[in-house]
T-cell receptor, first 111, second 116 residues
Framework: SQTIHQWPATLVQPVGSPLSLECTVE??????LYWYRQAAGRGLQLLFY??????ISSEVPQNLSASRPQDRQFILSSKKLLLSDSGFYLC??????????FGQGTRLTVV | GNSVTQMEGPVTLSEEAFLTINCTYT??????LFWYVQYPGEGLQLLLK?????DKGSNKGFEATYRKETTSFHLEKGSVQVSDSAVYFC???????????????FGSGTRLSIRP
């Protein structure tokens, strides 16, 4: 069966520090991969999605970037974190148009 | 572009009450529609889905019908329980053949609290 791993679960980082969040998928090939951010008390904002290795689409201009070095690996990064980057980050994958499967999320607090 | 609008929360009900959470969408073609649920501190789980007009998705006593004429996918449950307290998200994925097919767009979420 397919599973999705996302880590770390929680992270506290100082302003100006770098960020790397990793997401890996098992049990499927060539999935569409997604990064979402959920700010406190707000909905899900699509940040990036990828339909294949090295293919990244950015939905909103921001301080973050994404990369897909392998078929089942999706990385969210920042060179210098801002306070406004705090939030709950969710990775998801989708095969076809049927449904998305989400990781457990990373709660990032920038201090 | 595609979008999803769902009713603002929070929604507070007593146990065994009837629940409706409204969701309407704007999309090109024939998107697939979903309801996801998020329990505190967790990621999202698929609750139910419908992939074509007039389909009814159902799970755990929840139901939603894909209404193309009203572009709606309202979530309903006849008798809610305390364990249903969570945040509910309406979502759509774009139609096959469109550039939006790869995107999953979510509504803003509705927080539901059930009183014992």
């Amino acid at each position: 069966s397919q599973t999705i791993h996302q880590w770390p679960a929680t992270l506290v980082q100082p302003v100006g520090s770098p960020l790397s969040l990793e997401c890996t998928v098992e049990g499927t090939s060539n999935p569409n991969l997604y990064w979402y951010r959920q700010a406190a008390g707000r909905g899900l904002q699509l940040l990036f999605y990828s339909v294949g290795i090295g293919q990244i689409s950015s939905e909103v201009p921001q301080n973050l970037s994404a990369s897909r070095p392998q078929d089942r690996q999706f990385i969210l990064s920042s060179k210098k974190l801002l306070l406004s980057d705090s939030g709950f980050y969710l990775c998801a994958w989708m095969a076809g148009l049927t449904e998305a499967f989400f990781g457990q999320g990373t709660r990032l607090t920038v201090v | 572009g595609n979008s999803v609008t769902q009713m603002e929360g929070p929604v507070t009900l007593s146990e065994e009450a009837f629940l409706t959470i409204n969701c309407t969408y704007t999309a090109t073609g024939y998107p697939s529609l979903f309801w996801y649920v998020q329990y505190p501190g967790e990621g999202l789980q698929l609750l139910l889905k419908a992939t074509k007009a007039d389909d009814k998705g159902s799970n755990k006593g929840f139901e939603a019908t894909y209404r193309k004429e009203t572009t709606s996918f309202h979530l309903e449950k006849g008798s809610v329980q305390v364990s249903d307290s969570a945040v509910y998200f309406c979502a759509l994925s774009g139609s096959k053949g469109y550039s939006s097919a790869s995107k999953i767009i979510f509504g803003s979420g509705t927080r539901l609290s059930i009183r014992p």
